[in-house]
C-alpha cells in the first residue's frame, strides 16, 4: 500500500489568491493512497523543504507530489529534497498549480476543484512510478573550438590552459577574424593587432591546442561527451608540412589584382596568397577560381620557384572524424555590405564604405598605410560623413535590434579621422547614441569635446553624389527637425552587424538553436547565456548577438569554464528519462517485431538493432534496442510503436493512464 | 574641397563664449534640462529655448567651413529675444551637467546682438535691452545706479508711462526710490576697478 505526502503551496500570493490552498490539501488528505497532506506560503523556501523531509520519514512515505509552480521551475529542488530524505528523486512529482491553474483563472471556487482534479491526477501517477537510477555515460575529455577569432582564440587558449586538448578550427587560412582587420579598439585606442597577434601566436604554439585552419565542421553525431566530429580540411594547394612561409610564391605570382577579402575589397592580392603579413599560420593557400594554372593550365610559376617544393596542385580535400566531449561555437558574425543601401549613392560609390573598410582604411597594415584616403581618386577627404544605425533599428526592413557596436566604433572612427587628417570636418548621424561600459560614455565625450567631432540627430534619408562630393541629406532634430544638407568627400556607414550568411546551416548540423534574426540562442538570456539547448554545445561571442572585444571574450572565458567544468567529471550523469524494449521471458523475449518504425522516427539516431539468439547462437529475432546514451526521451519512439513494445522510463503508459483516468470524476 | 579655415577668420560665437566664460558651448549635449529649469521659458513665451539656442551656436562652429551657413545659424542664436528675456538668474549654469556657463553665454549674445545691429526687435526685446543699455551706461559713466533717474530716462525712451506707476508710491515709502541724488563715495575708483575688469583677460562688461 503507497503512502503518498501531499504538499500545496501558496507560492505567496501567486497560487493562494485564486486556489484555496488548504482545502486542496484537506481534499488530497481524503484521496486513496494518501498518508499525509499539508500546505504552506512558501514549499521552496527552507522551512518549506523541512516540512518535506520531515513528513517523509515521519510518516514512512512511499512517494511525494509537491503541487507548485512549473516543474521547469522547481522540480530539481523538489527531488533533490526526497532524495535528502532517503526517497527515490523519481518517486516526486509535480502538480503545476500556478502556470496551469491560478495564473490562468479568475473564479476562486472553480480554480480550486480544478487544483483537486490536478493533484488527484498526480496522486494517481506517482503510484505507478519506480525508482529510478541516474544512467553514467563516459566522456571523452577534449574540446572543439569552432571558429578562430577573438572569441574561438580566447575559449581555446583558456580551456588548454585548464589542461583539456582542443581542436581550433578555423575556416579561413589564419587565426584572428574581424578583430584582425581592426585598426585601434575602443575606449582605449590600442592597436588591434598589437594585442591580437601574441594570442594568435600563443594559440598556435600551445601544446594543448591542435590548429585546423582552411577546415569547415562536416558534420556532428553523437552528444554530450561523446561527439564525433567530421571535419573538412580544404585543398590548400600547398604542403603546410613543407612551406616555410618564405613568401617566394606571393610575391611572383602574376595574378595580383584579385580584391582582398581581408582589405575588404580595398586591397590587392595574389592568387596564392595569405591574408596578412601578420598570418598564423604564416602560410598561402591558392584561390582556385583565381588561379591561371587551375584556369588555364599555364602558369605554375610558384610551383617551379617554391624551395621546398610545397606547392601541389593535385592536392585534394580531407575529411577525418575526431571524438571531443564538448564544442564551443565562436563563428562571429558578418556586416552589411554597402550594396544593400541603394538609397546611400545608389550601394556602389566608391566613396560610400562601410565601417569595416575604414578600419582597413586607418590600419597601419591596411592598403594605404593608416592614411585616410578616398576611394575613388585617393585624396584625403576634408570632410567625412559617418552615418550611423546603417541597416540597424529598422523594423521595417527585417531588423529591428541594435548593432550595439557602432556607437563607440563610430565615435573611435571619428577620433581617428581627426588625429590623421588637420583640419578635416567629421559629422557623425545618429538617432541616440548609445554607450554603456567602462570608459565607453567618456570616450565618445572625448571625440566632442575634444576632438571636435559633430553629432547631429537624424538619420540620413539619401546621399547622391554631386560634383565629386556626396551630398548627404539629413535634418537636425535637435534643431526643430531643420533640415541639413552636408557635402562629405567620404561617408561611412555604420552598417549592421549580421549573423553569417551559412549559421543557420552550421546550427542544424549542431541541433542548436537560432533566433528569427540568425543569432544562436543561449539556453536562458539571463542566467545560461553561454549554453545551448543541447548538452555540451556552448556559445562565445557575437554569434549569439552582436558584440563587443571585451564582452566576447569575457563570454569566451565564460564558455571555457564550462566545458573545463563538463569535463572535470570522470563521467556524465544523465537523467534516466529514456526509452526502453519491454522485454519477456522466453519464448517471446519482446513484443517487438521489429518493424523499426521508431529507428525511422527517433531524431537522436538512438534506436539500434539487437539480434536476439539461443543458446546455440542460432538467431530467433531481431527487435529493437535503445541507446539509452543517445536517447533524450522525447517519446517520439513509444507513439509510432505499433505493437505497444516501447516505454518511457518516468512517463510510462501506466503512469500516463492512471493520471488520465484520475481525471474523470 | 572646402579649403580649411584661414587664420584671420573671425571668431564664432562659441569661441567669444569660450574666451568670456571658460566653458565650452560645444560640450553641451542637449539633455533640455537649461529649458526646463528656467523661470522664462513658460509655455508660449520662448520662441528659441536656451537649449535650441545652444544648438545653434553648435552648428554654427560645426559649419564653420560654409560661412554662409555658418552665419545663418549665428544670427538665429542673436536675433532672438532669448539673450533678452533670460533674467541671469544662473539657474542654468548651476545646474548644467556639463558646466557650460548658459547665462554668462546669454550675457556674450547679448553685447555681440547689439554691436552687430542684430538684437531682437520685438517690443518686449526692445524694452529689456533699453533698460540694459541705459543701466550700462549709468553705471559705466557714474560707477552708481540711481533710480529714479534711471526709471524716468527708461519711461521716457519707451513712451509706456503707465506700466508699472502703481509702484512708484510704494518703492518711494519703503525707500527703493530716492528723490535725492546720491553720488558714490569715490567714482573714480570704482570707475578704475570697472575699467581694470575690462582690461582683464577674461573680459568685462
Known sequence: MSRIGVFICHCGENIGKTVDCPAVAAAARRMPGVAYAADYRYTCSEPGQAQIRTAIKQYGLTGIIVGACSPRMHERTFRKVATAAGLNPYLCEIANLREQCSWVHTDRSAATAKAIAIVRSAVARVQCNTPLLPIHVPLTRRALVIGGGIAGIQAALDIADGGVEVILLERASSLGGHMAQLSETFPTLDCSQCILTPRMVEAASHPKIRLETYSELERVDGYVGNFQVTIRRKARYVDWSKCTGCGTCWQKCPQKKIAAEFEEGLGRRTAISIPSPQAVPNKPVIDRANCLKFKTGKCGICQKLCPTQAVNFEQKDELFTEAVGTIVVATGFQTLGKEYFELYAGGDHPDVITGLQFERLASASGPTGGGIRRPSDGQEPRTVVFVQCAGSREPATGRAYCSKICCMYTAKHAMLYRHKVHGGRAFVLCMDVRTPGKGYDEFYRRAVEQDGVNYIRSRAARIYPENGQLVVEAADTLNGGERLELRADLVVLASAAIPQSDVRTLAQKLGIGYDADGWLSEAHPKLRPVETNTAGIFLAGAVQGPKDIPDTVGQASAAAAKVLGLLSNQDLQRDPIVARVRRMPPPEYSTCLGCFACAAACPYQAIEKEEIKDRHGEWIKTIARVNAGLCQGCGTCVSVCRSKSIDLDGFTDDQMCSALEALEV | ?205
Not at chain 2, 85 to 107: H, K, N, S
Open chain 2, 1 to 205: 574641397m572646402a579649403t580649411p579655415k584661414p587664420n584671420a577668420a573671425p571668431l564664432t560665437l562659441a569661441e567669444l563664449i569660450a574666451q568670456a566664460t571658460g566653458t565650452s558651448v560645444l560640450h553641451c549635449y542637449q539633455c533640455g534640462r537649461c529649458a526646463a529649469g528656467c523661470p522664462q521659458n513658460q509655455p508660449g513665451a520662448m520662441e528659441i529655448s536656451p537649449t535650441r539656442v545652444m544648438r545653434l551656436l553648435q552648428l554654427e562652429a560645426a559649419f564653420v567651413d560654409d560661412p554662409a551657413r555658418a552665419d545663418g545659424f549665428a544670427r538665429r542664436a542673436l536675433q532672438s529675444p532669448t539673450p533678452w528675456l533670460c533674467l541671469g538668474c544662473q539657474a542654468c549654469t548651476t545646474r548644467c551637467p556639463q558646466g557650460v556657463d548658459i547665462a554668462g553665454a546669454m550675457d556674450v549674445l547679448r553685447g555681440q546682438a547689439l554691436q552687430r545691429g542684430l538684437a531682437a526687435k520685438d517690443r518686449r526685446s526692445g524694452d529689456i535691452r533699453t533698460f540694459h543699455q541705459q543701466f550700462l551706461a549709468k553705471a559705466l559713466r557714474r560707477g552708481r545706479i540711481e533710480e529714479l533717474p534711471l526709471i524716468l530716462r527708461y519711461k521716457l525712451a519707451r513712451g509706456h508711462w503707465r506700466q508699472d506707476a502703481a509702484l512708484g508710491p510704494a518703492m518711494l515709502r519703503r525707500g527703493k526710490l530716492k528723490l535725492k541724488n546720491s553720488h558714490s563715495a569715490d567714482t573714480r575708483q570704482v570707475l578704475k576697478a570697472i575699467d581694470d575688469l575690462r582690461r582683464s583677460p577674461r573680459g568685462g562688461p
